[in-house]
T-cell receptor, first 115, second 110 residues
């Protein structure tokens, strides 16, 4: 199993550009989520999904859209990038949704710079 | 503000010494988890302790949980250079949301 795969690893955008960060998992996990990590701020939850067709907001959802059309994929869209969205983005998944007593599996991250 | 806050923010010790880092949180929890992050990489799950547990061990790791004080500690015994990383606690804050603290940056000096 590849686990959680994120692409691209690095991206530079200009203010106002749009892009999609890709996340795929091959573990048949129901739950998937996106976090952003900023220096001194730890990880903050952006959006999450408990299954195909179901998404919900986390702590910092503004400026980001998500969709979950398949169990495997959970892309994160930046509609109009802003410098404040410069960060490292992590996708994470876990097997089920019935309990939060389960560990998260993380991807290796996407480092995004918005100029 | 963050649900979980780690203390200290940075810790530097000699190889072979024990490392202790602490996590405090604000609301009631079902469980608390600890993760490790090596530089530039994704987080890796270390250990989970449930709210009805007081102590848990995994190899050189020992985690304690005091729900009355809303705090947890992670002890790494006999530290090694490979333990150099950032360590995060994470707590569940209601349906499907896991909230992470700001992390403790641990450096093991040879």
């Amino acid at each position: 199993n590849a686990g959680v795969t994120q692409t691209p690893k690095f991206q530079v955008l200009k203010t106002g550009q749009s892009m999609t960060l890709q996340c795929a998992q091959d573990m048949n996990h129901e739950y998937m989520s996106w976090y952003r990590q900023d220096p001194g701020m730890g990880l903050r939850l952006i959006h999450y999904s408990v299954g195909a067709g179901i998404t919900d907001q986390g702590e910092v959802p503004n400026g980001y859209n998500v969709s979950r059309s398949t169990t495997e994929d959970f892309p994160l869209r930046l509609l109009s990038a802003a410098p404040s969205q410069t960060s490292v983005y992590f996708c994470a998944s876990r097997p089920g949704t019935a309990h939060v007593n389960e560990k998260l599996f993380f991807g290796s991250g996407t480092q995004l710079s918005v100029l | 503000s963050q649900q979980g806050e780690e203390d200290p923010q940075a810790l530097s010790i000699q190889e072979g010494e024990n490392a202790t880092m602490n996590c405090s949180y604000k609301t009631s929890i079902n469980n608390l988890q600890w993760y490790r992050q090596n530089s530039g990489r994704g987080l890796v799950h270390l250990i989970l302790i449930r709210s009805n547990e007081r102590e848990k061990h995994s190899g050189r790791l020992r985690v304690t949980l005091d729900t009355s004080k809303k705090s947890s500690s992670l002890l790494i015994t006999a530290s090694r250079a490979a333990d150099t990383a950032s360590y995060f606690c994470a707590t569940d804050v209601g349906a499907q949301k896991l909230v992470f603290g700001q992390g403790t940056r641990l450096t093991i000096n040879p």
